[in-house]
């Protein structure tokens, strides 16, 4: 199977788990990782927004690619984050790294210093130079304060080593747009788990989802049940999750997320600041919504 062919589907954005004193909870990683694989996910996406990269130093980041990977066992593809505001930081990153068992990179646009078009254009271009495997651009205005539009995205498609998008814009003209003028060897990957459904009746690729580390099976079946164009039965699964969806980014992500695997009794909840725990009113909402799923 190629790259461009295993990375449709079901893209989950890991979390990472951490015990009760702050460290990284590596035991909790692995069962996440077998988890999901046995649940039906297509390919695991770690070091994104959703696993704290921000707080994460760079030697918890290489340990815990190093623990994916080595759980991994290579049965499905495996996606690194690494992005950030300073293109030359980036690539130094590249060097230094060790992407053994990786397939891609999952680069976000430049946050904070809010390029124009022209940057963000040149800023993955100089990227995909020097990236030392298959880029994935990743557009999330709500959290960079900068949308890429859909034409600098197409003409970065161009380049052979930038083979897709996670696109969270949201704003779903500007992602139909890029679908239908894209290149044939050009994925286009929905960032938002509640338009999914609809995205991928317009033809985009699959998803990168964070409501997958919780939900794993019911995702993997509706974005599967989508892609087989049986859109009826798909959307049953989608509006069993809805409100799932939304709450787990009502009071922040992965603040959320990290909830349900919590009242799931898959992991502490615990976060690194500047993140923390939903309200307490919020977390009684969660387990509302995790016993009505057990019961459907």
Do not use: W
């Amino acid at each position: 199977m190629n790259l461009l062919h295993s990375l449709k589907g079901l893209g989950v954005a890991m979390v990472t788990p951490f015990a009760q004193n702050g460290e990284v909870d590596y035991l909790n990683l692995e069962k996440l990782v077998n988890h999901l694989i046995d649940n039906g996910v297509d390919y695991l996406v770690a070091l994104g927004t959703t696993g704290e990269n921000p707080t994460l130093s760079d030697e918890e980041k290489h340990k815990i690619v190093r623990t994916i990977v080595t759980v991994n066992e290579n049965r499905v593809p495996v996606v690194v984050g690494m992005g950030g505001p300073c293109t030359h930081t980036i690539i130094q990153q590249f060097n230094s790294f060790d992407f053994s068992g990786v397939k891609a990179i999952l680069s976000v646009s430049p946050y904070y210093n809010k390029p124009s078009q022209t940057g963000l254009f040149e800023h993955y271009q100089e990227l995909a130079k020097h990236a030392p495997l298959p880029v994935l651009l990743y557009n999330v205005g709500g959290r960079t304060s900068c949308n890429m539009e859909a034409s600098t995205t197409l003409k970065l498609a161009e380049n052979d080593n930038i083979i897709g998008i996670k696109e969270a814009s949201g704003i779903m003209t500007q992602i139909m747009t890029i679908v239908k003028n894209k290149p044939k060897n050009f994925l286009v990957i929905s960032g938002d788990d509640a338009i999914t459904l609809p995205l991928l009746a317009v033809g985009v690729d699959g998803v990168i989802s964070t409501v997958g580390n919780a939900f794993t099976a019911e995702m993997a079946k509706m974005v599967h049940l989508a892609q087989e164009r049986k859109f009826d039965e798909a959307a049953i699964l989608h509006y069993q999750l809805l409100d799932i969806i939304q709450a787990c980014f009502k009071e922040g992500s992965p603040s959320g997320i990290k909830c349900f695997l919590s009242m799931q009794n898959r992991m502490g909840y615990h976060l690194r600041l500047p993140l923390t725990r939903v309200s307490n009113e919020h977390q009684s909402i969660v387990k509302e919504l995790i016993s009505l799923m057990q019961h459907k």
